[in-house]
């Protein structure tokens, strides 16, 4: 198996191959930013690439960019992203170019030797591996928006005064609802959310995080 690395991290970055070597596989070429990457893609046509999604120059989504259009590319070529932390809007738009040949996995897996070996064979076998941590972060993320979905219009609109730090006097007044209209709207919001009376939690806050979050 032909593998390139792109990681800015000269030890991790040869550790990796190290490991990668160790197991068998051909470690046809390293890079540490993005253009060098596809120069190496386009002159070794590799089986699959394994890339950070933070790189050179702005540490932002380099990776990421560089990773999509080797998709475009050469969609034979597999690629699995690492990441130092969950990036769930990172892992959707890796996951909505299809799940095949592709894998995301938090940079700590390559720790585990055997599971990081087995998923490098299986995505670049045609098969996926998603992070555990982030598949769960995921299923957070379409919960809260599951949940907020079930919101009425008009909880909606006091939602969305709350969040711009309105009191409940002001929200019955820029509606034109009485206090207690805009209080039961209130209380149906934080059941809505399930957002439960508690003591060290401030439910208007919360709600207003997960409406945003959403």
């Known amino acids: 198996m032909r593998v390139a690395i792109a990681d800015d ?3 991790f970055r040869e550790g990796l191959a190290r490991l990668l070597e160790a197991s068998g596989m051909d470690v046809v070429g390293r890079a540490a930013d993005a253009p060098q990457l596809m120069s190496l893609v386009e002159a070794q046509k590799p089986d ?3 890339t950070d999604i933070r790189m050179p120059p702005a ?6 960019v560089a990773a999509a259009e080797i998709r475009e ?3 034979e070529v597999a690629v699995l992203l690492l990441s130092q932390y969950v990036e769930t809007t990172h892992a959707l738009r890796l996951l909505e170019r299809g799940a095949g040949r ?8 390559v720790a585990d030797v055997r ?3 087995d998923a490098v064979r299986r995505v670049a076998g045609g098969g996926s591996a998603i992070d555990p941590e982030v598949v769960s972060e995921l299923l957070v993320r379409r919960r809260r928006h599951d949940l907020v979905g079930g919101l ?6 006091v939602l969305n005064l709350m969040a711009e730090g309105r009191s409940n006097v002001a929200i019955g007044r820029l509606l034109h609802l009485s206090d207690k209209t805009v209080e039961g709207h209130v ?3 934080f059941s809505k959310l399930e957002l439960e009376p508690a003591l060290e939690d401030h439910r208007r806050v919360l709600a207003v995080l997960t409406y945003l979050r959403s």
């Open 102 to 109: 592709i894998g995301y996995l938090l940079k700590d897996r």
């Open 48 to 50: 699959i690439v394994i």
């Open 187 to 189: 209380r149906s919001i």
């Open 152 to 157: 009425s219009d008009r909880e909606r609109e």
């Open 115 to 117: 599971d990081f070996i």
């Open 73 to 75: 590319r050469h969609p």
């Open 59 to 64: 540490h932002s989504t380099e990776g990421l």
């Open 9 to 11: 991290a000269v030890l």
